[in-house]
C-alpha cells in the first residue's frame, strides 16, 4: 500500500526550528520527486518546496526561500523539510506528496503534521 | 507568486451540476497543460482528482471531470451527492515558480 506518513511537527517558538520528516513505503521512493505543500489555517495549500527524485535539484517557494531546506534520504525512504527561522505565517498543516510521473501533479498525499509557532 | 484564482464558494442541490474555475495566466495555466485539481475534507490528506487538464487518476469518479480554455481552466462535478462537500483546488506547473495553487473552492452540497 502506497503511504506517505509526516511526523515532527509541534509547538515551536517564533524564531525557532523544526524538522519535519515524511517516510514512504509501498512504492520505489528514489525514483520520484517529492514535495512539501501547506495549508495555513483559515487559508488555502501553499506549495512549499520540491525536491528531485535524486536530489540534484531542490526548488522553494519565495515565502520560504533561504529559510526552509528540503533534503530526502533515499537509503531511509525519507523525506525532510529543515525549518529555521520559523514565523507566524510558517503555522500550518505541511503534507509530503509525491510526484506524479510526467504529469506535474501530487498524486499521493500524507494525512500531514501541524507546526504552530507560537510565543 | 500570485495564486489562481478560484471563486471561495459553489453550492448545488444533489443530483445538479456544479463548474469551478480557476484562472491563472500566459505563464503558468495558459502555457501548460499541467493543470491538476485536488480534493480536502479537512483533516484528512488531499485527493488528487484530475491531472494534466482533463485526466482521471485509475478508480475516481467519472463524476469529475476538468477542461480548459486559454488562461482559465474548469473542474465540472456532475450528480452532485453530499459526499462531495469539501475544499477544491487548481494547482498549475509554471517555471518560475515550479507550482501554483488556487485559492481554493468550498463547495457546499444544499
Known amino acids: 500500500q502506497v503511504q506517505l506518513v509526516e511526523s515532527g511537527g509541534g509547538v515551536v517558538q517564533p524564531g525557532g526550528s523544526l524538522r519535519l520528516s515524511c517516510a514512504a513505503s509501498?512504492?520505489?521512493?528514489?525514483?520520484?520527486?517529492m514535495h512539501w505543500v501547506r495549508r495555513a489555517p483559515g487559508k488555502g495549500l501553499e506549495w512549499v518546496a520540491s525536491i528531485r527524485y535524486d536530489g540534484s535539484n531542490k526548488y522553494y517557494a519565495d515565502s520560504v526561500k533561504g529559510r526552509f531546506t528540503i533534503s530526502r534520504d533515499n537509503s531511509k525512504n525519507t523525506l525532510y523539510l529543515q525549518m529555521n527561522s520559523l514565523r507566524g505565517e510558517d503555522t500550518a498543516v505541511y503534507y509530503c506528496a509525491k510526484d506524479r510521473v510526467s504529469s506535474e501533479a501530487f498524486d499521493i498525499w500524507g494525512q500531514g503534521t501541524k507546526v504552530t509557532v507560537s510565543s | 507568486q500570485s495564486a489562481l484564482t478560484q471563486p471561495a464558494s459553489v453550492s448545488g442541490s444533489p443530483g445538479q451540476s456544479i463548474t469551478i474555475s480557476c484562472t491563472g495566466t500566459?505563464?503558468?495555466?495558459?502555457?501548460?497543460?499541467?493543470v491538476s485539481w485536488y480534493q480536502h475534507h479537512p483533516g484528512k490528506a488531499p485527493k488528487l482528482i484530475i491531472y494534466?487538464?482533463?485526466n482521471r487518476p485509475s478508480g475516481f469518479s467519472n463524476r469529475f471531470s476538468g477542461s480548459k480554455s486559454g488562461n482559465t481552466a474548469s473542474l465540472t462535478i456532475s450528480g452532485l451527492q453530499a459526499e462531495d462537500e469539501a475544499d477544491y483546488y487548481c494547482s498549475s506547473y509554471t517555471r518560475s515558480t515550479v507550482r501554483v495553487f488556487g485559492g481554493g473552492t468550498k463547495v457546499t452540497v444544499l
Open positions: 509501498g512504492f520505489s521512493f528514489s525514483s520520484y520527486d
Open positions: 500566459s505563464s503558468d495555466v495558459g502555457r501548460y497543460d499541467y
Open positions: 494534466e487538464v482533463s
